[in-house]
Nanobody, 119 residues
Framework: QVQLVESGGGSVQAGGSLRLSCAAS?????MGWFRQAPGKEREGVAV???????SYEDSVKGRFTISRDNAKNTLYLQMNSLKPEDTGMYSC????????????????WGQGTQVTVSS
């Protein structure tokens, strides 16, 4: 069982930046960030495999950067040029398979951290 604890959410104006962190209690091959806005389904935002390869949801490409420190079992998401449509509950997620962009490949979930972007 791997526990995930997020930090770094908050409120920011459009165009601003936030950095999310996720501390994991153990190793998993794939780690990522999912988000859920009110009234919408949860979606994968960005994932990273232990070899450093990444995948991003189209709307965040060029604005968000996912990274991980394997020695510390820590995951990060740098979010720049934030937009109101980025608002949502961001959850750290992890799974044993490569490319865990879909929730069906996730074995562990964090509690989530709220990100609110105002216009």
């Amino acid at each position: 069982q791997v526990q995930l604890v997020e930090s770094g959410g908050g409120s920011v104006q459009a165009g601003g930046s936030l950095r999310l962190s996720c501390a994991a209690s153990g190793y998993t091959y794939c780690m990522g960030w999912f988000r859920q806005a009110p009234g919408k389904e949860r979606e994968g935002v960005a994932v990273i495999n232990s070899d450093g390869t990444t995948s991003y949801e189209d709307s965040v490409k060029g604005r968000f950067t996912i990274s991980r420190d394997n020695a510390k079992n820590t995951l990060y998401l740098q979010m720049n040029s934030l937009k109101p449509e980025d608002t949502g509950m961001y959850s750290c997620a992890a799974g044993p398979f490569r490319g865990c962009m879909s929730a069906r490949y996730i074995a562990y979930w964090g509690q989530g951290t709220q990100v609110t972007v105002s216009s």
